[in-house]
């Protein structure tokens, strides 16, 4: 699942309210502690950001004869 800014402003408000239940986009995720949440929220930011790395890699290679 591709992380939105509006994910983002869901968990932080969760957080700030106290609340473990969260909506995202098309499902509600219950979480266990206050660390898990703190955990995701950063995961989010970072994709939301355009830190996070990985995805497909194409190598084109090209003989030289």
């Keep these: 699942m591709a992380w939105t800014q ?7 408000a969760a957080i700030a309210t106290g609340a473990r239940k969260v909506r995202f986009q098309t499902h509600e995720t219950e979480f266990r502690s206050l660390d898990e949440m703190l955990r995701i929220r950063d995961q989010i930011k970072a994709e939301v950001d355009g830190a996070t790395t990985g995805g497909l890699i194409v190598v084109e290679y090209q003989s030289g004869t």
């Design 6 to 12: 509006d994910d983002f402003t869901a968990i932080s």
